[in-house]
């Protein structure tokens, strides 16, 4: 990103309305995440099963996806299906309906690499003991911000595993214009990211739209590394702010108004790093909405926490609220009076698989 600175009702009706209403929180939601950090496996475990155990209230199109999976295999050098991510992608056809697997061997892939939207169901999958680096030097400057990603996708029920994506451009010196370049951008639905890495300097993730789930993650950036207007759960996520001489910013969240349904949730996150003063986010446009919530903060956040961007009207738009955080970063001491404490009841909506609809889509990692 560039601009960086700071009538009446039947009672018949009205019960069908209300059974209505219940029926589809009910299948939208799952208990809570548990405060303590080490029963949160269980409880992804209890409530985020395999295709087949959930015939019925998953989305019938990704339940009919899951029944025949097809894998394809990337090694470099030869002795798999495809040399290249690229050419693996190219295989999958137009308006794709099944599950394909890209298990993709270990090495250094320098691609630009694009998932269209016409292309859904696909899943990369590196090897735990040897994670596959995806890795392209595109800036701002040669294609725009959000098309620098060196991995970009478009299409829905995406799912990565076990992966390292970056952009290797130089460092933003903070003089050179256009220098900003984005590792990832997610712009599908109902995407989910386990154990990856992603790894830039300014801008680096550009969750740009629909719900997405990051569980078991690395994200290493400095300013506005995780930006857009995604609605995204975020759980037992390191968030790296790399020290910088300029201004530092984890999240630029970019909702526009109180209507929008967007928003970002980091629970169970720890932040760390070797920056000093670094904002957990800042208002880059009128209304972003981000909570963190049993996140465990260092010394690199500034005791402010937040920031309006220098435009103090943002201060009664913005929706940023904590819930049980620990750390030194976490002092409430010095916190801008626009960030806010929530109450049990105001921090459940963010606890929750709800915020994302992630009970009707959000699938573990497959076992191939």
């Not at 999958?92 to 697997?101: H, S």
């Not at 989910?192 to 078991?216: E, P, S, V």
């Not at 940023?320 to 001491?333: L, R």
Request: proline letters at 5%; charged letters at 20%; hydrophobic letters at 35%.
């Amino acid at each position: 990103m560039t601009g960086i600175g700071i009538g009446n009702v039947e009672v018949g009706a009205l019960i069908t309305i209300i059974l209505i209403f219940a029926s589809t929180v009910s299948s939208q939601s799952s208990p809570e995440i548990p405060e303590d950090k080490s029963q949160v496996s269980a409880w992804f475990d209890a409530n985020v099963m395999p295709a087949s155990e959930r015939t019925g209230s998953i989305d019938a199109v990704l339940a009919q996806a899951e029944t025949e999976p097809t894998v394809v295999k990337v090694v470099q050098g030869g002795g798999g299906d495809f040399e290249t991510i690229t050419e693996a992608i190219e295989s999958v056809p137009e308006g794709n309906d099944k599950r394909v697997i890209i298990s993709i061997g270990p090495g250094s892939y320098k691609e630009k690499i694009k998932i269209e939207r016409t292309k859904p169901f696909i899943t990369f999958h590196g090897d735990p003991n040897g994670m596959p680096t995806l890795t392209f030097d595109g800036t701002a400057h040669d294609y725009g911000t959000v098309d620098s990603a060196s991995l970009i996708v478009e299409s829905d029920f995406f799912m990565a595993v076990n992966l390292i994506i970056e952009n290797s451009a130089p460092r933003p010196d903070g003089k050179t214009v256009g220098a900003q370049a984005v590792a990832l951008r997610i712009s599908g639905d109902e995407a989910a990211f386990y154990n990856c890495k992603i790894i830039g300097f300014q801008d680096t993730l550009c969750d740009d739209r629909g719900n997405h789930f990051f569980m078991n993650c690395y994200i290493h950036g400095t300013v506005d590394f995780i930006f857009g207007s995604g609605k995204s759960l975020y759980l037992n996520t390191e968030l790296y702010v790399d020290g910088d001489t300029g201004l530092t910013v984890i999240t630029a969240q970019a909702r526009e108004s109180r209507e929008e349904n967007t928003g970002y949730s980091f629970v169970h996150c720890t932040i760390t790093g070797t920056a000093q003063g670094a904002y957990l986010g800042r208002a880059w446009k009128t209304s972003p909405k981000v909570v963190y919530a049993y996140t465990d903060m260092s010394e690199v956040i500034n005791p402010e926490g937040w920031s309006h961007n220098l435009q103090p009207e943002r201060a009664q738009t913005v929706f940023y609220g904590e819930y049980k955080n620990t750390g030194p970063g976490a002092d409430q001491a010095g916190r801008v009076p626009f960030a806010v404490q929530l109450t049990e009841n105001v921090a459940q909506e963010f606890l929750n698989l709800g915020f994302i609809e992630g009970s009707r889509w959000l699938l573990p990692p497959p076992n191939i």
